[in-house]
């Protein structure tokens, strides 16, 4: 048995008795502690973005204990660091760590529960595929302090998918199909209405989105990424929202990639990346960074979208991104939303001589790996 865990062990009565009988007897100091963990959580993006392991593992105290989004279980500062550096040296050698959101309880002095709610992009599989699985989740850190400074005592880390009802029996028994000795052939939209539901017609409208978008980003030379059509003609304008000039190519492609992920946030009862209009939050900069960050968003939008169903696309959403909606409704912005910059995005591309690649008589398929 480790430290920490004699520690809770010996102390959990003292700490429940401190909280029946004093629970106003730490709270003095609590914004300060509040500001010094939500400072470690800073601190520990940075680290994750540099691909600084020992930075990252300095975060926790010696005998910690992590546990990873896929189960792996590691008990020691040490091996943390050892572990992370393997890691970043391939899988997350391209990836970037937002965090979004943290939420904190003292249940006694010197003793926090945090809920750290964190986006990623540009990360691998185990198996060195990019990663499709979603690209959002929460971690739930014990935080001890000693010596006046606050460390990670355990840590686990999930990914969140969007939450479903629990279904109340088991699925309907598939359709029998009917067999006709001479089969005609069915028209092509009779056979879609036959097996459409809503998330294949929402993902349908948003494969050929996705084609535009991401192909136009590929196709766009680097050095072209900065280009700016009507360059400084609207700098003293000051919208509300969104920039005051027309949007460089790059920034058309960051915002693409930002509004997605916002989406996809909302629709699963999460708190979306702040600023999508003016740039948001992801650090993602060269034309590499950048196509990485659009194919992620468009991973995470289509699995948001392929939950909706008959029973749940009503539901209302909240959130700053096209809310309130209903889920149906705010699906339907993601799909005009993208078509919307992939518009304006073809202009870009126009006025450098280039022709879209969805223009072409044989389009070419857009990469996986960058």
Known sequence: MNFTARFLGTRIVALVASLLCCP??????????????????????????????????????QDADVVNVVGWWWKSRSELESKLARAHAFLFRDSTLTITDVQIKFPAPNFAVAHVSWTMVGAKSPDGNPMHLPQKGVQTQVLMKRAGEWLIAAFQNVNSVPEIPFPVGPPAAPRAEVKSETPLEEPAAAEMSRKETVASALLRGLQSQEYQARSAAEAMPEEKYGYRPAEGKFKDEKPDFGPAEVRTFAEQVKHVACANFAFAAELDGQRPPGGCDKGGPSPAKTKKELLIYLRDSFAAIRKSLGVIDSQNMFDPIEGPYAGPNTRLGLATVVIWHNADHYGQMTLHLRLNGIVPPASLSNPPKVKDTY
């Open 24 to 61: 106003g007897a730490f709270s003095a100091d609590q914004s300060a502690d509040e500001t010094a963990i939500r400072n470690l959580e800073i601190r520990q993006q940075e680290a994750w973005n540099h691909h600084d392991a020992k930075a990252y593992a300095s975060l926790f105290s």
